[in-house]
């Protein structure tokens, strides 16, 4: 589950890799014919007690070179003048390991930080540099928030990005207010950007919003399910989870029923004062081949 700005801002190209197809031309660099994108390890440990983790990191599979080349993506939410060291270490290490090309992609939410990234990092004195980053930024000035709904619903996971970059800017809440109807139904979605706004008025008025659409899977504990709660009582949560819970289980009872298996009547009141849905789920695909009513409840 994404626990924070820091997570969301990163991972939502784990969730779909195809994204920094789409994101990294907006950073004035054109990006390859590619087959494939691969998440990899994100652990570039040495063996020796130092311990660095690239955010999240990726191999580009392009069509015209089978090697293709690497790309790390890290999200910085401040200037960080010790991150030039981790950076050049990155890259020098990457290329050491897997003998292909890096690339650094910082992803920053406010422009500050993003200028700051922006800047090329020079190691060496200064009458000769041994070697010279040049991070690529995405940031609040290259990617504008999406607001029309039609747009948003083309392509659901750079909306997302769009939000999560522009989370500091002072039109928010209106921009949340424009794509609510577009990823409210997608809990996935949903859960980024709740993730990626930052804890206050802004993230409570996004839940407030989520609050309407009912949770897909109700007593599972999601995002939209606790939103739910909080705008309407857990009552009518746990409501609508007993409900899904009292129709699991007379599917349960009509299959036995209709295979001509025996059930007394305790064992009636048993499967009807169930309530735990991934316990009937199993009672269902038992149901489907059990001779008796026992072996229904059998142990696995």
């Known amino acids: 589950m994404v626990s924070s700005q820091h997570d969301a801002t990163h991972r939502i190209f784990r969730q779909e890799p195809d994204l920094l197809a789409r994101l990294v031309p907006e950073t004035g660099v054109e990006f ?10 994100t652990d570039l440990t040495e063996i020796r007690p130092l311990e660095r983790r690239v955010d999240s990191f990726f191999r580009v599979r392009t069509a015209d070179d089978e090697g293709g080349f690497l790309l790390a993506v890290e999200s910085q939410s401040q200037p960080d003048p010790d991150k030039h060291n981790s950076w050049a270490y990155y890259l020098a290490h990457m290329y050491a390991k897997y003998r292909l090309p890096p690339i650094l992609l910082v992803v920053c939410r406010d422009k500050k930080t993003a200028a700051w990234a922006a800047e090329p990092i020079r190691i060496g004195r200064r009458f000769h540099t041994s070697m010279e980053v040049f991070p690529l930024v995405l940031g609040p000035i290259g990617i504008r928030a999406i607001t029309d709904p039609e747009e948003a619903a083309k392509d659901l996971a750079l909306t997302t990005f769009s939000i999560l970059i522009n989370a500091k800017d ?12 577009v990823l409210g139904p997608n809990a996935e979605w949903a859960e980024f950007i709740e993730a990626g706004l930052d804890e206050g008025p802004v993230r409570d008025h996004w839940r407030k919003l989520m609050a309407v659409y009912t949770p897909n899977f109700p007593g599972f504990g999601s995002v939209m399910e606790e939103a739910w709660i909080r705008v309407h009582g857990d009552g009518e949560a746990k409501g609508k989870a007993e409900g899904k819970a009292e129709g699991k289980a007379e599917d349960i009872l009509r299959a036995l029923d209709v295979r001509g298996v025996e059930v007394s009547d305790s ?18 695909d038992r149901s489907l081949t059990v001779e008796t009513a026992e072996q229904l409840f059998a142990e696995a």
Not at 170 to 181: E, N, S
């Open 32 to 41: 390859p014919e590619y087959s494939s994108i691969e998440p990899l390890d």
């Open 170 to 181: 002072p039109g928010i809440l209106a921009i949340l207010d424009a794509v609510a109807p």
């Open 267 to 284: 064992d009636r009141e048993r499967v009807m004062a169930c309530v735990d849905l991934e316990l009937l789920g199993t009672w269902f």
